[in-house]
């Protein structure tokens, strides 16, 4: 049994859309251009009058809604296109007599247990010889990554997985070369396949689980869950005086956001200056407006486990369900101070929403955000906020699905500020 479609509906419609980081960048920009914003090319001038646009830097998307006032300050939602998964190898067809296999290797931190025993498609990009790239996206069970038979294991415990040898996967019987058979079934010739970036994706539809339908399981909830709710904040976001509202999605987050299109990158920065000066503005005004604005770091949020209570601090409850979270870490893995902490609140309270504040235990290592590392690029204040969800970095995670509409309500609210809290 099923609640009525909702938000969480379509964020399973989105991540199923979305199996890379190039794929949420075609599924946001479709949305976008749904609702009248237009893509720039970076390659290109700017308009210069007011507007609503965007850019698309290989997985990588910024879009925003501009004015005629090149101090104006920005609202910032960020979040990252990229989860962990297993990717292919460069050379991957790994001769064997016993099956047809392909070397793949993971991309950042996945569980890697949960890559095992599953039906697996192939998606990613392929550049040509002419320049042109093309998407791939193949939502069969094409892949298989399957695990030791306990009868061949020593203490018939589990084995510990080594990323090197316990990860290729079996696509057939007949060995044959993985990228002739993709090409004959994508239309390409061979030989004009230059370059590629190829993974794994779990084919099993997102869905509703749980009695009354009010989990979500998807994959890469971390952090498609942000970029759906961000791209939803950004659509509904009313117009106000003095502020351009801005979402911008990186790619690499997983591995540390160091690359042409992470959040170490000149993405942002190079956007929001070309915003400013294409408005008539000055590299002065660029910093006049910076210095009013502010991010929030979307990410997702690690929710109490019923299994590992021990594993959480005891005052930092967080419940599913319990609506967004404020991230703090005083060691900055967060980039929250005190103001972005209380702008996000006051969103929050002007949404009707509940919010919750995690802190991470400080014997444990805590994970990261694209925060720190835009905040120190863009000078921005900037808070970390999240959603909560259970199993991250699982092939399939689960969250609830009340959280999806009060996480966006929070981050509509974030981007139309009313009050004294601009930065
Ligand atoms: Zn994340």
Redesign the pocket.
Same mark, same amino acid.
């Given at each position: 049994m099923s609640p009525t479609p909702d938000a969480a509906d379509q964020l399973l419609r989105f991540v199923d859309a979305s199996p890379t980081p190039f794929h949420v960048c075609r599924t946001v920009a479709a949305d976008l251009e749904a609702a009248g914003w237009s893509r720039l090319d970076e390659r290109e001038p700017w308009p210069t009058e007011a507007g609503r646009h965007y850019v698309v830097r290989g997985g990588s998307l910024v879009a925003w809604s501009s004015t005629d006032v090149a101090t104006d300050a920005f609202r910032v939602v960020g979040?990252?296109t990229d989860?962990p998964n297993l990717r292919f190898k460069q050379h991957h067809d790994v001769g064997t007599d016993a099956a047809a296999v392909v070397a793949l290797e993971p991309y950042g931190g996945p569980l890697l247990d949960t890559w095992f025993d599953r039906d697996l498609g192939v998606s990613g990009r392929v550049v040509l010889r002419d320049g042109g790239e093309r998407l791939v996206s193949i939502d069969e069970p094409v892949l298989r990554v399957p695990h030791l038979a306990i009868h061949l294991d020593e203490d018939r415990k589990g084995r510990d997985i080594d990323p090197q040898r316990h990860l290729n996967a079996v696509w057939g019987v007949e060995p044959r070369e993985f990228l002739v058979w993709l090409c004959e079934r994508e239309g390409l010739a061979r030989p004009d396949v230059l370059g590629f970036e190829l993974m794994a994706h779990v084919i099993q539809p997102s869905a509703r689980v749980g009695a009354a339908g009010d989990l979500v399981a998807a994959p890469r909830l971390?952090?498609q869950a942000?970029c759906f709710a961000g791209l939803q904040a950004l659509l509904a976001a009313d117009a106000i005086d003095g502020i351009r509202p801005m979402l911008v999605l990186f790619d690499h *987050? *997983?591995v540390g956001s160091t690359s042409e299109r992470g959040a170490q990158s000149d993405l942002l920065t190079t956007v929001l200056e070309r915003i400013v000066l294409a408005s008539g503005g000055s590299r002065d005004d660029y910093h006049r407006a910076i210095a009013a604005s502010m991010c929030a770091s979307g990410?997702?949020a690690h929710a109490t486990h019923p299994n590992y209570e021990d594993r959480h601090e005891s005052l930092h409850h967080i419940a599913l369900g319990g609506g967004p979270v404020l991230k703090v870490n005083q060691n900055l893995r967060y980039a929250s101070e005190s103001r972005g902490a209380a702008a996000f609140a006051l969103a929050c309270e002007r949404a009707g929403v509940p919010l919750q504040r995690y802190v991470h235990r400080a014997d444990l290592p805590c994970?990261s955000?694209i925060g720190p590392q835009s905040a120190a690029r863009t000078g921005m204040i900037t808070v970390d906020v999240?959603a909560p969800q259970l199993a991250?970095h699982s092939a399939r995670e689960v969250m609830a699905a009340v959280d999806i509409d009060l996480y966006t309500r929070a981050l509509t609210a974030f981007f139309s500020p009313q009050g004294p809290l601009p930065g």
């Open positions: 979040a990252h989860s971390d952090n942000t *987050e *997983e990410d997702m994970g955000t999240g991250m």
